[in-house]
Structures are given as structure tokens and as C-alpha cells.
């Protein structure tokens, strides 16, 4: 099972309050969506694509899917340049589920994003010549996102899976994977001159009695990125899963500080144990 090999982040949460537990339960899943612009000029976005989102209670098992995409952002012409973002894939799934009848039986949550075919490519042309820019192709890229609480704990995970990414920028190649590949969270494939591809990409929140673990399993950024004689910015991200986790039963928060680690490495639970006795000692 894709659960039992991925590498992600666990978010481990302790409810000491002998209360008995409300718990609610938000997945939501996405295919793909876009919104890279020219600084300056008017956004054209894409999608989200086969979006799916669901919360408790009751339980539920959602489905979506789209058969393709196929879509073209013009980035517009300066000095006889033409910018083009090309988004296109092949068959995409979500998947968003929860069980329990009611608040106090819930315990677990899923979300799932597969996106296959995947091929992202931002070219110029002059004169009818094209140029690539960046290519980033992929027989299939998936991400995972799971909430279970059990007893007293609640623990989040997240992961993503990729089958032959190559990732080419300037026309020479800058990354590559193979067969059913997996990466560390927040794994940084590339990163220049304001253009960033991050794999597996995580974010963890903790707010009140709500705790939220995202997963992409690609996002790229630019960032004032110059092409041409225009600024790009905006993002895209391929294949998000989410999971929120809302308990009512009064639990105390924790402080901010034991969520420090957390928060800026978007580390291991492993990792974050280890800080926390190395500032006891």
C-alpha cells in the first residue's frame, strides 16, 4: 500500500484533557491549479482541477476526476518575444475521506491526489522559433495527506510518490527521477533567479484547536523572475492534499514555543524529540 512506503512528515499532537472529545474532520484534494501572471498585467488562473473536499460528520468517501487538461497561459510579447505556459496532463484523480457517524467517533481522514502525464512547460518564441524554458514532465506524480487520532495523540502524515520526473531549465537537464520515486519533505529540486521547484512539499499549522498538514507534490514559484523583458510571478501546484483536524473538547493549546521546530523545518517527529531534550539539557 502507497501509506506503507511514503516518506512525509508526522505532526504529533498530545490532547491531555480527560474530557471526552469532539472531533471534526476536513480532507480536501486538487489536481492541479495555477496562477502565474506577468507582474503588472491581469491574472489568468487554472483550475483547481477535479477538486474534492469533504468534512464530518457524518463520514464520507468523495471522488473526482478529470479525463485530461490542456491548457495554454499567454504571458504576452515584449520585443517581438512571445511567452507561453503550457499545463497538460493526462487522466487526474481526488480522492477525499472521513469516517464516524458522529464528533465523538471520529478518528481518521484522508486525501489523495494523482495527476499522471503530467507535462508543464513555460517556452518563448522569436520569429516562430521556440525556446524552452522550463520542462517538467512525469509519467505520474501523487501526494497523501492522513489525520488519525488514537487515544490521546493525533498524528498527521504526509508524503508524495513520482514515476520518471525530468525537470529541464534552460533547456539542460536539472533533475531527474525514476520509477515510483520519493524525496524528503520540502526536497528543493531547483533554485535560481527566482524560479523554485519544490518536490513533496509540506506545510504544517497549528491554530487554537485546529491543525492543518498540506501536501503538493510539486510546487513551483516564481518570484519576480525575468524573462525576456517581464517579471513573472505566481505559483503552480501539482497534486495538493489536505487534512485539518478540529477537536472541541477544550484540549489546552500548546505554547508556541513546542511547535518552533515544527513550523520552521517542517521536520521528522524524530527530529523535532531530539530538539526538544537538547533544550532540557
Known amino acids: 500500500m502507497f501509506r506503507q512506503i511514503i516518506i512525509g512528515t508526522a505532526a504529533l499532537f498530545g490532547l491531555a484533557s480527560t474530557a471526552q472529545a469532539t472531533v471534526e474532520i476536513s480532507t480536501t484534494a486538487r489536481g492541479l491549479f495555477s496562477s502565474v501572471r506577468v507582474v503588472g498585467q491581469p491574472l489568468t488562473s487554472v483550475g483547481p482541477v477535479a477538486p474534492v473536499s469533504g468534512r464530518t460528520s457524518p463520514g464520507y468517501a468523495l471522488n473526482n476526476s478529470a479525463a485530461s487538461l490542456a491548457a495554454s497561459v499567454g504571458l504576452g510579447t515584449v ?4 511567452a507561453t505556459l503550457g499545463l497538460n496532463s493526462g487522466a487526474i484523480a481526488t480522492a477525499a475521506s472521513a469516517n464516524g457517524t458522529t ?21 518563448t518564441s522569436l520569429l516562430g522559433v521556440p525556446t524552452s524554458i522550463l520542462s517538467l514532465t512525469a ?38 527521477l525514476g520509477s515510483n520515486a520519493q524525496v524528503a519533505p520540502n526536497f528543493v529540486a531547483f533554485n535560481q533567479n527566482g524560479l523554485k521547484v519544490t518536490l513533496n512539499q509540506q506545510f504544517a499549522s497549528n491554530f487554537d484547536s485546529t491543525r492543518v498538514l498540506i501536501t503538493n507534490a510539486i510546487g513551483i514559484s516564481f518570484t519576480n523572475y525575468l524573462l525576456d523583458g517581464r517579471s513573472l510571478s505566481g505559483s503552480i501546484t501539482v497534486g495538493q492534499s489536505l487534512a485539518e483536524f478540529m477537536d472541541s473538547s477544550g484540549d489546552p493549546v ?11 523545518g517542517f521536520g521528522f517527529a524524530g527530529a523535532a524529540a531530539r530538539h526538544r531534550r537538547a533544550l532540557r539539557a
Open 79 to 82: 520585443s517581438g518575444v512571445t
Open 103 to 123: 464528533p465523538i467517533d471520529t478518528s481518521s481522514g484522508s486525501a489523495s491526489a494523482t495527476v499522471s502525464n503530467l507535462d508543464v512547460g513555460l517556452v
Open 139 to 176: 509519467g505520474q506524480v501523487q501526494s497523501v495527506t492522513t489525520v488519525d487520532k488514537l487515544g490521546g495523540t493525533t498524528s498527521f502524515v504526509g508524503g508524495s510518490l513520482f514515476s520518471n520526473l525530468a525537470l529541464s531549465v534552460n533547456g539542460s537537464s536539472a533533475f531527474s
Open 254 to 264: 500548546p505554547e508556541p514555543a513546542s511547535w518552533a521546530q515544527m513550523l520552521a
